[in-house]
Each structure stands twice: as C-alpha cells, then as structure tokens.
C-alpha cells in the first residue's frame, strides 16, 4: 500500500477522520461519567472502547482515501493495524485529558463549595454573636429601670424608656454588616451612653481621644458597647461619688488601637477575657467575634489595677471604610 504524493489532501483527510472518532468517545466520556463509574472500570472501559473505535476509523479512512485515489494500493488489514496505532493514542491521550481535566472541575467545586458552607457557618456564628449583645444589654438596661421605679424616679425611668427605645430603633433596624467605621460605633456609643447617664447623672463623666485618621477604620459591629456597658457596671456605678470613662482609638503602624479605662472599686485579684470562665458575658461575646473576623490577628486583653480601676486594650489590622456610613454626631457629652 503506497502513498501518493499529495500530502496535504492524505493530511487534511486523515485529521477528517480523527476528529470523527473522537465524538463518539466523547459521547462515551459524558456518559460513564455522569454514572460516576470507578476510575478503574473507566479505564478498562475507554482502553477497549478506543481500540475499536481506531481500528473502525483507520479502516474507513484508508477505504475512503483509496477510493479517492488520495492512497494507491490495495486493502490489507495487517496494513490497517499498524496506521491505527497513532489514532488510538490520540484517542487515549484525550481520555486521560478529559478525564484529569474533569477530575480538576470536581475538585475546585467540592473547594469552592467547602470555602461556601465555611463563610455561611462563619456568618451564621457571627451573627448569632452579634444578636447574643441585644438580650444583655436589655435586661440589663430594664433591670435599671425597674430599679429607677422602686426608688421612686418615674421622670428618670421614662427618659431611660425613650433613650432605650431610640438606641434599639437604631441598632435593630439598620441593615448593618459585621464591621462598621469608628464614627458609626462611636454614634451607638452615645446612644447607649444616654441612657447610662439618665441612671447616673454627674456620676459619669466621659472623656473621648480620637485620631482623625481613625474614624474611618473598620470595627466589629458594637464592639464599644459591650465594654462601655462592662466598665459602668462593674466599676463606675458601684462607686457611691462616680467615676470617670476614658476612650482613646488612634492608628498606630497600620493598627488600630483602642483602649477603654475606667475607675472603679479595689477588689482583690485580676481578670482576663481570655479566661472562659467568670469572664463577663460581653466581654467573651467582644473575643469570640473578634476571633471569628480576625483570627489571630487581633490583640484584646484586660487589666485591673489594685485600686480598682479597669483597662481593655484592643489592638485591631487597621482598614478603611470603603464609605463611612455614618460621622460622629458630636462629641460624647461629659
């Protein structure tokens, strides 16, 4: 069996026929692995499936190609065994290709799905953190007013009714995400500082250091709340003359550090919010969100001096708002 000299016509016949082989393996490929066949049947499956395939489209090539007088020669099918070599591994090399493409789909699904149920769990357990603050800080707050009540203060009891109503329309409604800029935590702040100061009056004094550099920085949603609401409690309005609340957020090297200090009464014994029991329940709430947003990339400790008086630094990646929602209404009023 000759050749005649008219290659490209032999060529462009011969590509004809491989592509034409190769359909119905695809048409295989698609079905054995829609069924999700073992890899190892597959295998056996596709080696014999491409043979015959092969042997059928070099015979009718060579078939074709004499009649068009492209080949010269006559017929012979130990002459058909050896021209199917090169299209049978064609073909195999496409099944393996195919395949170790197809597996490589799978697998980047099975992660993107895997990063997917990760990030909704993730929300689910930050949002869940983020509801934890409301009930405390509500039975907290009613706790006061019912307190306000006994003592006979109904004027006071009712501002603390409107403060409270205010500060939940204000953090219940807004569609909010998981961080906000300083300026808008800072607007919450003194919201919830109103009602405190209904309860204590000059008892509280509060004073605020903030960098402008630093009102635009993303912080957990409430993330002051919970530890304003932690240094009243537990330090200042357990003093009979009152005390005093500092807060100091500033930028320093690309870290956003914020401290809250305050006064309190000497107690024997110092505390942490890294320990899991006798820690407060907004202060875990504040190092479980700070946990699940930053990893480990976030510092958040607490001390407590001999005289009583209490620091929680937290010391945060520092990162612009992409727009400030919200500015700070005006300075914490003392």
Not at 12 to 25: D, G, K, N, Q, R
Not at 117 to 128: M, S
Not at 267 to 291: C, Y
């Amino acid at each position: 069996m000759s050749e005649q000299p008219g290659l490209m016509r032999y060529d462009a016949l011969l590509f004809v026929f491989y592509s034409l082989a190769a359909l119905p393996i695809t048409g295989l490929l698609r079905a054995v692995w829609r069924r999700e066949i073992p890899l190892r049947t597959i295998s056996w499956l596709l080696l014999v499936s491409t043979f015959v395939t092969a042997l059928v489209a070099t015979a009718l090539f060579v078939k074709v190609a004499l009649s068009i007088g492209v080949m010269t020669g006559g017929f012979h099918w130990n002459a058909i065994l050896l021209r199917m070599q090169t299209i049978w591994f064609l073909l195999m090399a496409y099944c393996a290709m195919y395949i170790g493409v197809g597996y490589q789909l799978v697998a980047l699904e099975e992660t993107r799905r895997a990063l997917a149920a990760t990030a909704l769990a993730k929300e689910a357990e930050l949002k869940a953190l983020r509801y934890q603050v409301h009930p405390h800080f509500l039975f907290n707050t009613l706790n006061a007013i019912s307190t306000l009540v006994i003592d006979e203060r109904p004027g006071d009891a009712t501002r603390m009714l409107a403060q409270l109503a205010d500060f939940l329309r204000m953090t219940l409604t807004q569609q909010v995400s998981h961080e906000v800029s300083v300026s808008q935590e800072l607007a919450f702040t003194e919201h919830y500082l109103d009602i405190e100061k209904v309860r204590l009056g000059e008892r509280l004094t509060v004073d605020l250091a903030v960098s402008s550099n630093a009102l635009d920085a993303a912080v957990p949603y409430l993330l002051l709340q919970p530890l304003v609401e932690n240094a009243i409690r537990h330090g200042i309005a357990r003093r009979p003359e009152g005390g005093q609340l500092r807060i100091d957020i500033e930028v320093v090297a690309e870290r956003l550090h914020l401290t809250v200090w305050n006064q309190g009464v000497a107690e024997q014994g110092e505390s942490s919010p890294d320990e899991g029991e006798g820690s407060a329940i907004g202060l875990q709430n504040v190092r479980d969100r700070l946990s699940h947003l930053y990893a480990t990339d976030y510092q958040f400790a607490m001390s407590v001096a001999e005289d009583g008086s209490c620091l929680v630094e937290a010391h945060l990646p520092y990162r612009a708002m992409a727009h400030s929602q919200a500015s700070l209404s005006g300075a914490l009023r003392s």
